[in-house]
Each structure stands twice: as C-alpha cells, then as structure tokens.
C-alpha cells in the first residue's frame, strides 16, 4: 500500500468514530495506547489514483511507487489516451510487467469508451461501484476496496484480500479463518474501514516503516 493525501473529500479518520471504535474494540484501544491513530489517509479520486493501484497489486509499495514515476516521467501527461498509445517495448523500458500493461490498457480503453465515468462512482452505492469496477480486467475486489477506502471515503470496508490485515488480524487475535474474521469484525461496525487503518499502522510501525507509506501518493 505511498505519500500521504489529504484532499477535500470527507476525513478518513476522525476523533469522534476513534473514540467510538476504542470503546467497543480492546484489540483496537491496545493500538491506539500504543501508537495512538494512524494519519489521515486519502487520495484523489480518478484515472491516476487507480491506475497506481493496479500497479501495487502483488507488489512492494517501493516498488510500485518506482514504476509509476518512471511510467509517469516518460509521458507528457498520464491519461488513458496516452498510455494506449505506449507500446509494449516502452511499457517494459518504464518497468511496467506485460500483465499491469494490460490492466492498464484495460482501463483506459474502458474511460475512452465511457464503459466506466470515475467522475460519477462518488454518486453510487459500494454495490453498483463494485459491479463497475470490477468489470474491467485486472481490478479485483482488493483493488476496488483501496478506491473505496483510499479515495471515496467509504467506512466500512474490510479488505480481506490485503496480506497485511489478514496476517495483522491473526497476531492480534483468535482468528485464524476468514469466516472468523468477519464474524469479528462484525463489532467494528460501521467502522470496520477505520478498524483497518489501525491495523495497517500497527503493522507498518512493527516492521518499523513510516505509517505515511500507507497514504499513497
């Protein structure tokens, strides 16, 4: 998950759900003693904010962080008529893989044919957002649930295909299994993207990473 954003779309993290979330939770009030809140995590909604996404899919946030800047130094402009007009040979010289080239394509293909409008997710509900998103080759529901989180400010988003949660959740409690995630994180509720964030600062501080790599660039 890079530079902290905070935009003009509603707080990610604010004191009156902390308050609430450390009150019904001990796992999360044992964080929050120890490291107290992680900041406030946001970015701008839009073609560049989730074409970065895809390239942190399976990847080291350093890493991806890396691709996007050497992709986005070669063009003049990062849209999605651009990066269709790269080719395969100038894709693998800004060190993007065949399969992100692809996802990439895939959604810019889908902007220029107005298959998708970004601009208008913010005005749906998670469900027909999902259903949009997830239409297009290479966004998963990991993927849409950063978009969700990260840039349209949803707040009760658990994001179980995300390596960190899982493993963070099993260290810090009995929970081993999916099913017995969600069933725990049935008390975080309507706070469970929030519970999140205290686990992905938890599990930066740890490995002793900057809680800001989570916030994106």
């Known amino acids: 998950m890079k530079d902290l954003y905070i935009g003009t779309m509603s707080i990610i993290v604010n004191e009156k759900d902390i308050n609430i979330l450390i009150q019904t939770d001990e796992v999360i009030a044992e964080i ?9 995590w946001s970015r701008p909604p839009g073609f560049i904010t989730l074409s970065k996404i895809i390239l942190e899919q399976q990847v080291s946030l350093s890493s991806a962080n890396a691709h996007f800047l050497k992709l986005n130094g070669y063009i003049e402009e990062f849209t999605p008529s651009n990066i269709l007009n790269l080719s395969d040979h100038e894709m693998r010289d800004c060190q993007i893989s065949r399969q992100k080239s692809k996802y990439l394509r895939e959604l810019s293909n889908a902007i220029l044919n107005k298959d998708i409008d970004l601009e208008e997710l913010a005005n ?25 989180m990260f840039c349209l400010g949803a707040k009760d988003i658990l994001p179980l295909g995300d390596i960190a949660v899982v493993n963070t959740i099993k260290e810090l409690t009995n929970a081993a299994t999916k099913e017995e995630m969600i069933a725990l994180s049935e008390k975080w509720k309507p706070f469970r993207s ?3 964030y205290f686990l992905w600062h938890h599990y930066l501080v ?3 990473r900057q809680s800001s790599q989570l916030g994106y660039v």
């Open 32 to 40: 929050y003693r120890q490291i107290q809140s992680p900041p406030n």
């Open 124 to 148: 749906l509900d998670e469900i027909e957002i999902r259903k949009q998103l997830t239409k297009i080759k290479g966004i998963g529901h990991w993927t849409v649930d950063v978009y969700l």
């Open 194 to 196: 929030l519970a999140t």
């Open 206 to 208: 740890k490995r002793k």
